[in-house]
């Protein structure tokens, strides 16, 4: 089985350039992807941040139209009862 299995190595090492070559080319675009997938990252914190700052202003507006609705709704009640 030894031998079976030395023959089987020998084919991967015959193009040791071809290999290097793929070798360059899988790392460039692994260097590639983790660029990318650090910029989406950055992009979706960023988009977060966003949207809880939005959605804290939307809170804040909403209790503020509130109270104004409130104190409108006080104000048109009979004074004098």
């Not at 290097?20 to 988009?47: H, R």
């Not at 509130?66 to 009979?78: F, I, K, N, R, S």
């Amino acid at each position: 089985m030894s031998t079976t299995h030395e023959h089987n190595d020998q084919p991967a090492a015959a193009d040791p350039a071809g290999l290097t070559l793929q070798t360059d080319e899988a790392k460039a675009t692994v260097a590639e992807i983790v660029a990318d997938n650090e910029a989406l990252e950055e992009a979706y914190e960023s988009a977060e941040a966003s949207a809880e700052a939005l959605a804290e202003q939307a809170h804040q507006l909403a209790q503020a139209t509130e109270e104004v609705l409130e104190e409108l709704q006080d104000g048109q009640a009979p004074h004098g009862a």
